[in-house]
Nanobody, 124 residues
């Protein structure tokens, strides 16, 4: 059984940075494509970024391009999301997810396992 645990969320001022981590366990990490999603208050969960099993291919939502960077350390079975130039609109619960498809997936229907989420709050 795959288990995902996010960390690194918190309160930050607009313009600041945070790095989220997601520790993966239970199966070989390299068998999975990975992604980050978020749910803002009163909104549907939405795609943020995704990465293939090698770490060599990524995809980003338009609203985070140039500000967020997804990466993975396969030796540590850990997924990261480096967030820069944070905006108030980035306030949300951020979820990491694992897909049995090893390539990049942007649709949440293709993800099989989800973490509990970590809260990111950006103040003005």
């Amino acid at each position: 059984q795959v288990h995902l645990v996010e960390s690194g969320g918190g309160l930050v001022q607009a313009g600041g940075s945070l790095r989220l981590s997601c520790v993966f366990s239970g199966r070989p990490f390299t068998n999975y494509g990975m992604g980050w999603f978020r749910r803002a208050p009163g909104k549907e969960r939405e795609f943020v970024a995704a990465i293939d099993w090698t770490g060599g291919s990524t995809n980003y939502a338009d609203f985070v391009k140039g500000r967020f960077t997804i990466s993975r350390d396969n030796a540590k079975s850990t997924l990261y999301l480096q967030m820069e130039s944070l905006k108030v609109g980035d306030t949300a619960v951020y979820y990491c997810a694992a897909s049995e498809y090893t390539n990049v997936q942007v649709m949440e229907d293709f993800y099989n396992y989800w973490g509990q989420g970590t809260q990111v709050t950006v103040s003005s």
